[in-house]
């Protein structure tokens, strides 16, 4: 090392040193960067059983709160663009209210149409029978006569032919009568099916549908809804057990359930039925160690209608307890 004065050496005296400052780097570096391990306690409480489920065999389940009735997606027999809005959410409605308005002018128009081809077919009859009437009157006028030679045989069987065609313009005039009745008929149903209506008494979840946007027939289980709606008095809770545990519920016993991430908040839910279908888990909780593979048996339980069911809400997850079976049963 020419750049070094004569009595220093590199590998003896400056290597040494740059080894030491190395390693205090690297030992500050791992000092400053360790994770922070200290513990604390949890900001919220995990979910437990309480009263007599806390010391009696039980199964653990989670769910999702519904409407009684299930929710009910609204949709549109016809396609159109929206009008009016009647309903918000969270409004009551009840059966056979209007929920919104799809634009029905071309439908009157039609409705018009199908009502003057109404007068007109009534005026053609009106003018078949007046027809009618006067051949069937000359016909008898003639038949009185007691000198037959009176009148020729050509007139008697002009009146005749007469007669006989205005019978025949009067049952196409009823025919057509008939037709645009029933034309007219068709159209108002389709007036009406412009009105969108609630199906049951219930609350309005939803609303994804504005005055002025266009609405198709809904085609497809992906679309969205245009409203959503359930009876929410009472509240449902589905609980989904584990295909595991299914057998070891006491089914018709009560359960304890909390919202997710409220444990202090316990409310006891009747029985309502079991599901008969055992189906794939649809209702996540998002656990590390949660399987996504496994099949669940559902459990319809009914929240009380007290002030301590004002904390679940339609969608909302809970954690629920139920008793188990007792050996033997």
Known sequence: MALLPSNVSFSRQILPVLALIGI???????AVGLPDRSTAEPT?????????????????????????????????ALSGLVTDVRVAPGDRVEKG???????????RAQLSEANAAINEARAAIAEAQT?????????????SLSDPAAVSRSEVIRVEGEAQAAKSRLAVA????????????SVRTEIE???????????????NVRPGEFVATQGGGNAQPFMQMGETNPLHIRVDIDENEAARVKVGAPAIVSPRGDADTRVEAAF??????????????????????????????????????????????IDAFIPAKEKGE
């Open 97 to 107: 209210q209007p929920l919104f308005l799809v634009d029905a002018r071309s439908a």
């Open 193 to 207: 099916r412009l009105v969108i209506r609630a199906p049951i008494s219930g609350e309005i979840l939803a609303v």
């Open 44 to 76: 919220t409480e995990p979910p437990k059983a309480t009263g007599e489920l806390a010391n009696s065999a039980r199964v653990a389940g989670a769910g999702i709160v519904e409407p009684a009735s299930e929710v009910i997606d609204i949709g549109s």
């Open 272 to 317: 309502v039925r079991v599901e008969p279908q055992v189906v794939p888990k649809r209702s996540l909780t998002n656990s590390a160690a949660e399987r996504v593979d496994v099949r669940v048996l559902q459990i319809i339980y009914a929240l009380p209608q007290n002030e301590a069911s004002d904390a679940f809400r339609v969608g909302q997850q």
């Open 174 to 185: 009823r025919a057509r009568l008939n037709a645009a009745q029933a034309r007219a008929s």
């Open 24 to 30: 205090a780097c690297a030992v500050l570096y791992i």
């Open 131 to 143: 027809a009618r009437k006067t051949a069937a009157d000359q016909l008898a006028l003639y038949a």
